[in-house]
């Protein structure tokens, strides 16, 4: 079993930056590539950015793309996200999730955290 945490959500204002923390709980870590998604109030669950198990190929959504980045230490079991120059429309739970496949689907992955809220005021 495969059980994500995320941390690092909070209250910002547009233009700051946060980094998200998911820390998985597996001893194969290495083999799941992992993606960030984000869920709006009302809105559906949609992808962030991926990152396959290598590091070596990363996705991101073309909202994000510029100004987010992901990347992972395998050695701590941790995905990161590193949101930068954060905007009001960026304001969602953010999830993490893995799986032993890549992609920006949100059924490609088995696993997920419980979300961790991200707030960015005007």
């Known amino acids: 079993q495969v059980q994500l945490v995320e941390s690092g959500g909070g209250l910002v204002q547009a233009g700051g930056s946060l980094k998200l923390s998911c820390a998985v709980s597996t001893r194969t870590f290495s083999r799941y590539a992992v993606g960030w998604f984000r869920q709006a109030p009302g809105k559906e669950r949609e992808f962030v950015a991926g990152?396959?198990?290598?590091?070596?190929?990363?996705y991101y959504a073309a909202s994000v793309k510029g100004r987010f980045t992901i990347s992972r230490d395998n050695a701590k079991n941790t995905v990161y996200l590193q949101m930068n120059s954060l905007k009001p429309e960026d304001t969602a739970v953010y999830y993490c999730a893995a799986d032993t496949q890549t992609g920006s689907s949100r059924g490609i992955y088995d696993y997920w955290g419980q979300g961790t809220q991200v707030t960015v005021s005007s």
């Open positions: 990152l396959s198990w290598s590091g070596g190929s990363t």
